[in-house]
């Protein structure tokens, strides 16, 4: 089992995610994550920038894009940007990718919007442009909305850098099994019914390609303390959170992916009072 802590990209006055993510190292969590909403009247960090800072600022806790909205920046440049962000980091970086949900922020920044078949075309041409970057001299790839034409990344990758993907819909997670790392949907788009039923999906696709199963991470917002019955939510008492919680690891989650909501010391009731929870009932 692994444990990774949302950090919110919040740049209001006070708010503080490296010294999150720092607290998140040392309370033990294997990874920390981040959104990618460039767009929006809510001051925020931009993705990229405020994970580098994270990184340098600790030594263990592996980063994860949690998840880049693909049309936001071309794959090539993604590609480059990760190489970097790895080597830097000591080989930290989880790279999530997705389709980019919202077509509100694409208009805002005068970006073409895609259509839905659009942009799980485009998360495939990305994995293939950064997979044959990191992999090969001179590359060249002709896409249906991206290419490269005999481009050199140096230096490459010291290792196999994780692609994890955002996915939910059939031809999106047959595309996860088929090509990725790991599969990450939010429980708020993707309910337990529903979700076990994708993951099936994606390792039936794994299996037809050959390849190993997919790193299956499940995204919950958690609260502890009131229960606030709120649908998309985990929240109540240690116990009932952790025991929702390892309903989730049943199901086939070897990894959870917590975003704390709420006052209090969310992340250290998590650290000390849930997870160890949810580790004595895997046993």
Same mark, same amino acid.
């Given at each position: ?163 994890? &993907? ?10 996860? /099994? =088929? $090509? +990725?790392?790991?599969? #990450? %949907? ?69 990894? &959870? ?10 992340? /250290? =009731? $998590? +650290?000390?009072?849930? #997870? %160890? ?7």
């Amino acid at each position: 089992m692994e444990f990774g802590l949302n950090i919110p990209a919040d740049a209001r006055p006070g708010d503080d995610p490296v010294s999150a993510a720092v607290r998140a190292e040392e309370l033990g969590f294997d990874f920390v994550s981040t959104s990618d909403h460039p767009c929006g009247t809510a001051p925020s960090f931009e993705t990229w920038t405020l994970l580098s800072w994270i990184a340098a600022s600790t030594s263990r806790i592996r980063i994860a894009t949690r998840v880049l909205g693909v049309p936001y920046r071309p794959p090539a440049m993604v590609a480059k940007m990760a190489e970097t962000f790895d080597r830097l980091s000591g080989g930290r970086l989880i790279l999530g990718l997705g389709g980019g949900h919202s077509d509100e922020e694409f208009r805002a920044f005068g970006l073409r919007v895609p259509t839905t078949r659009e942009k799980i075309d485009g998360l495939e041409e990305a994995i293939h442009v950064t997979r044959g970057l990191w992999e090969r001299p001179a590359f060249t790839f002709e896409g249906k909305l991206f290419h490269t034409d005999t481009a050199d990344l140096e230096p490459k990758p010291s290792r196999r850098i994780p692609i994890w &993907l955002g996915t939910f819909g059939p031809r999106a997670l047959e595309l996860t /099994g =088929r $090509l +990725a790392d790991g599969w #990450i %949907p939010s429980l708020g788009f993707a309910p337990p019914e529903q979700a076990v039923v994708m993951r099936e999906k994606v390792l039936a696709a794994a299996e037809k390609a050959g390849r190993p199963a997919p790193t299956c991470a499940y995204h919950v917002v958690v609260h502890v303390g009131e229960d606030l019955g709120r649908p998309g939510m985990v929240s109540g008492h240690p116990e009932a959170v952790a025991e929702r919680l390892a309903g989730f690891v049943a199901m086939g989650f070897t990894t &959870l992916s917590l975003a704390p909501a709420g006052p209090g010391d969310q992340a /250290g =009731r $998590l +650290a000390s009072e849930v #997870i %160890p929870l949810v580790r004595k009932a895997k046993r």
